[in-house]
T-cell receptor, first 113, second 111 residues
Framework: GAGVSQSPSNKVTEKGKDVELRCDPI?????LYWYRQRLGQGLEFLIY????????KSGLPSDRFSAERTGESVSTLTIQRTQQEDSAVYLC???????????FGQGTRLTVV | AQSVSQHNHHVILSEAASLELGCNYS??????LFWYVQYPGQHLQLLLK??????LVKGIKGFEAEFIKSKFSFNLRKPSVQWSDTAEYFC?????????FGAGTTVTVRA
């Protein structure tokens, strides 16, 4: 597609439920990032994928968070047993190569009630 | 660990005023530098970038930024702001592959 696509755009879930967020990067982009943006705060790095290399998971806040990406295609971010503090906008970005300009999706606004 | 600091949390100014937003980073190696902007209701988009060469870079909408290596700074400037520049501005630094962001500065331009 023309840009980075994320789905759903909004998700309301009950505390304790699992959620799965999806990111479609720009075709041909080898690098993919996930960030979390809490209300009024900056972007918190979560995870980075580069081609078929092992991902950098150093930003994942707990073992309830996991992410996958197959090759250079779609990525999914899964949050298990959601908590209220998980409420945030989850942003995905992709870039052609590492260190190049990153293109962002619209984000998924997650609300845990 | 690499970090990015933006000096101002919220800036309020009138149209035609000049704008300067500070950004400092902690990493000492070779870095690529970016400013992103997020207009209300829109996604993050690139304003300008610095990879190498002339340390004064020009971006879209009349913005420019200056890389000062000795100060680990990459400050954003615009000589005369417009109401439409109301947005949140993020400085970002990339080394190796990690792309780290500052906390952001909210800029409000009063008509």
């Amino acid at each position: 597609g023309a840009g980075v696509s994320q789905s759903p755009s909004n998700k309301v879930t009950e505390k304790g439920k699992d959620v799965e967020l999806r990111c479609d990067p720009i075709s041909g982009h080898t690098a993919l990032y996930w960030y979390r943006q809490r209300l009024g705060q900056g972007l918190e790095f979560l995870i980075y994928f580069q081609g078929n290399s092992a991902p950098d998971k150093s930003g994942l806040p707990s073992d309830r968070f996991s992410a996958e990406r197959t090759g250079e295609s779609v990525s999914t971010l899964t949050i298990q047993r959601t908590q209220q503090e998980d409420s945030a906008v989850y942003l995905c970005a992709s870039s052609l190569k590492p260190q190049q300009e990153a293109f962002f999706g619209q984000g998924t606004r997650l609300t845990v009630v | 660990a690499q970090s990015v600091s933006q000096h101002n949390h919220h800036v309020i100014l009138s149209e035609a005023a000049s704008l300067e937003l500070g950004c400092n980073y902690s990493y000492g190696g070779t870095v690529n530098l970016f400013w992103y902007v997020q207009y209300p209701g829109q996604h993050l988009q690139l304003l300008l970038k610095y990879f190498s060469g002339d340390p004064l870079v020009k971006g879209i909408k009349g913005f420019e930024a200056e890389f000062i290596k000795s100060k680990f700074s990459f400050n954003l400037r615009k000589p005369s702001v417009q109401w439409s520049d109301t947005a949140e501005y993020f400085c970002a630094v990339s080394n190796d592959y990690k792309l780290s962001f500052g906390a952001g500065t909210t800029v409000t331009v009063r008509a």
